[in-house]
Structure formats: structure tokens, C-alpha cells
């Protein structure tokens, strides 16, 4: 009976252990220098009653969640020229969280301010709901709640 024998070169095997640490160290530099993401967002042109599309990044933030960071960008309002903002400037996020993929959002009652070009709540909140939903897809109900108040109870 002939036993088998497999001698490897070291030659042989540079290359592909070259190869497997630059790829474990690519990862790990991509995954420590993570700083966000890009994000769609969804707003209300002043010219008309469509929607239009802005792309951002939105950068990560080491003391909210993804959600939270997101709809404080959105607050913001547009960059784009001849956008409506969702709601009223200075509408501030109270709080904000996620349980059993149904998302708890308190909202400050500056929204309820009609200041400058800005969507009717109900279009609003269609919009608001659409950016939520179209960035977070594990998020299947939105509650609106201003300064504590569910929004449909005003």
C-alpha cells in the first residue's frame, strides 16, 4: 500500500495568505472607520404637489440609533432650493423609539405652526411616514405623537 504525500512550497503559499489577511485587514479598517451612511429623503415641492428626492449621508452618531439621527436630519428640512420642509421650522424631536417593528415618534407642537412654505399636516405626515418607511423597512407602523398627544387627538 503507497501512502499519499502532499508537499506544499512555501512559494505556494504566500500569495494566498497575502491575499486572505489584506482582505481580513480591508474589513476591519472598513468596519472601524464606518462614519454613516447615505440616505434618501422625501419632500414636497413649492411648485407643485409632487415629491421630489434628495440623497444625503448622514453621518453616525455615537450617542442616538440610526432612526433617531434620521429624523433629526429630516427636521432640518430640504437642501435643495424649491423644496417644502415636512414640517414647520423648529419642530423639534422629543423622542423617539422602536418597539415590535412599531416606531413612537413625540414630536414638539412647533410643528403645528404654519410658518412659510411648509406641506398641510395630513400631506405631512404622509411624507414624514414615507421617509421613515422607504429608509427603515423594518419599521411597519408609525405613531405620531406632538408634545405627548397622539397627532389624531388634536
Do not use: W
Not at 404637489?49 to 434628495?54: A, G, H, L, M, P
Not at 404622509?126 to 405613531?143: V, Y
Amino acid at each position: 500500500m503507497k501512502k499519499l504525500s502532499i508537499s506544499i512550497e512555501p512559494k505556494q503559499i504566500i500569495l494566498p495568505l497575502t491575499i486572505f489577511f489584506s482582505l481580513i485587514f480591508s474589513l476591519v479598517a472598513f468596519f472601524v472607520s464606518y462614519k454613516g451612511t447615505h440616505r434618501t429623503f422625501f419632500f414636497e415641492s413649492v411648485d407643485s404637489n409632487e415629491v421630489f428626492i434628495e440623497k444625503r449621508f448622514v453621518p453616525k452618531s455615537p450617542y442616538q440609533d440610526k432612526i433617531t439621527t434620521y429624523i433629526e436630519e429630516l427636521l432640518l428640512g430640504p437642501q435643495t432650493p424649491r423644496l417644502k420642509p415636512v414640517f414647520s421650522r423648529g419642530t423639534t424631536l422629543i423622542s423617539c423609539f422602536e418597539r415590535k417593528h412599531t416606531l413612537y415618534v413625540n414630536l414638539s407642537k412647533d410643528l403645528l405652526k404654519a410658518e412659510g412654505e411648509v406641506s398641510d399636516f395630513a400631506v405631512a405626515e404622509r411624507i414624514f411616514k414615507e421617509n421613515i418607511f422607504k429608509n427603515f423597512r423594518q419599521i411597519d407602523i408609525i405613531e405620531i405623537y406632538i408634545d405627548g398627544i397622539h397627532s389624531y387627538e388634536k
